[in-house]
């Protein structure tokens, strides 16, 4: 099943659009987008405890609280760079 992504958002051009075999295609959009977006990007860990402290010992700007861990939900925070975008730390299973 094709997944669909919006392109046509200010700020972003494509410079990768190919077929990649079978009708399928490959795009890659790159721009500068408007500071503090929620980015959709998880970055799977081993140890979410761990990686929430060094970051938090760094200065990042990380959530207070930790998220999952429940056995339904993986553990995970969100964290934001230096332009406020949010990023996930997410435990791997």
Do not use: C, W, Y
């Amino acid at each position: 099943m094709p997944i669909g992504i919006n392109l046509q958002m200010p700020g972003l051009e494509t410079p990768f659009d190919r077929g990649v075999g079978d009708g399928a295609r490959a795009r890659v959009a790159a721009g500068r987008l408007p500071p503090g977006r929620l980015t959709g990007i998880a970055l799977e860990s081993a140890d979410p405890r761990a990686d929430h402290a060094a970051l938090q010992g760094k200065g990042v700007d990380v959530d207070a609280d930790m998220m999952g861990g429940d056995g339904t939900v993986p553990l995970l925070f969100f964290f934001r760079d230096h332009d406020g975008d949010q990023l996930m730390i997410v435990e791997g299973r």
